[in-house]
Structures are given as structure tokens and as C-alpha cells.
């Protein structure tokens, strides 16, 4: 008998209880047959993504979204544009160069394939980053520091509308010249994360109070440094 599940099943606190379940379920989905599916990258598939491990990973992500398992939120991250120094490579290698090669054809051959498997309508794609970079002369590291007042982000499927472009900058990407929706304010995470809750039906605006802590959660915290926002779905997207 398994003594150690026996116990942690009938005398445990509720967040090792909590744990063990959260374990099973693990040990579920990744002992189901249908997991090798979801894994199968072929060779051909992998080229048009880029042949690299972000392409890999990003075509994993599209055979999850495909298989309709359970999973409802998915996140590929791609290392490597954290530019402090050296951002535009040796001689046309490295740096922006490279990253924008790995991400090109994987985002624009994950979205095509969502279209095209009729997926496109049902999933929200977002492609962003944690802030801009420095604008204006390069750093003697020839690189970029990190900066907050502008960046950008790309969103497409799940109704939203194509071809167009929200907010803008001056030609330096320094400062905002428009900010393109109804808030008339920058765009922040929190509003991404609210637009997200929003496209998935979960309704961002409640709180949760019966949780194991004791505390309240909220799905987007008001408060931003020191100052009280009120954010909200963009919903210039999809209108």
C-alpha cells in the first residue's frame, strides 16, 4: 500500500492535498496517449516555422490549441532581445537580426496555420514583449537600455480586426503622439491581461474570496505604482 499517499490524502493540510491532486493531474495528461501527437514536430512543419526552438515551440503550442484537450492558455516565450549591448549583431549577424529571423516565419507561419485550420476565430494571439528600448543614439555598448514610455504589441484572431494599427509615436519611437482608443491614456498590461480574461469569458472585473490563503485575489489590481487606474478591455480590437 502506498502509505505516503494514504497519508497525505486523509491527514494532510489542504495545500499538500492541493499539491498531490495537482501532481496527478500532471502524471494524466502527460501519460496520455494523445501527448504524442501534441509533441510530433515533422520535418517539413518545422521548416516553415524556422527550424529553430522557438519555431519548435510555437508549433507545439498550435498542435495543443489543435487537439481541444483542456488547455485554454498557452505561453511561448523567445529569449534574446534583452539588447544592452551590441543590438545590431557583427557585420549583419546577431543581435535584432537574429531574433527578428527566429520570430518572423514562427509567428507568421503559426498564425496562418490557425487560419487555415479554422482555429483562428476561436484563439486570441498575442505577441508582445515587457517594454521598448532606449531611443535615440546607441549606448557606447552599442546597445539599448530598457524604456518604459512607448512599445508595441501585435494581436490577432478571436475577432479581432485586421490591418490596423492603434496609437502611434514620433518618428523615434520617444513619445506618444496618439494614443489611438477610448481611454485616451497609454495602454497598459493590465489592460492586455483584462482584453485576455475578457477573450477567454472570464470576467475580470470580480474578486475571488473563498481561496486556500484567506485572501482576496483579483484578476486585475487596480493600482499601478502609486496611482489607481482604471483599466479596461480594449475593446477598439474588435470593433
Known sequence: MDTSRHALDDGSPQG?????????????????PAISSVLELKDEERKTYGGTAFGDACLIARNMVAADAGARF???????????????GKNGKGGLYSTCADLD???????ADL???????STLVVCMGEFGRTPGE??????????????????????VKGGRLYGATDAEAAHITDFGWSANRPVY???VCATIYSALGIDWT?????????????YVDPAAGTKIIQFREMAELFT
Open 189 to 191: 498590461t493590465e489592460d
Open 206 to 218: 470580480k474578486r475571488i474570496t473563498n481561496t486556500p490563503s484567506g485572501r482576496d485575489f483579483q
Open 105 to 111: 516565419p514562427a509567428f507568421a507561419a503559426l498564425v
Open 74 to 88: 498557452l505561453l511561448v516565450t523567445q529569449p534574446g532581445w534583452d539588447h544592452h549591448g551590441t543590438i545590431y
Open 138 to 159: 546607441l549606448t557606447p555598448l552599442a546597445g539599448r537600455e530598457h524604456y518604459a514610455d512607448t512599445m508595441f504589441a501585435v494581436f490577432a484572431g478571436a475577432g
Open 16 to 32: 499538500m492535498r492541493q499539491f498531490e491532486s495537482f501532481g496527478r493531474a500532471v502524471h494524466k495528461m502527460m501519460t496520455n
Open 115 to 121: 487560419k487555415r485550420m479554422k482555429l483562428l476565430d
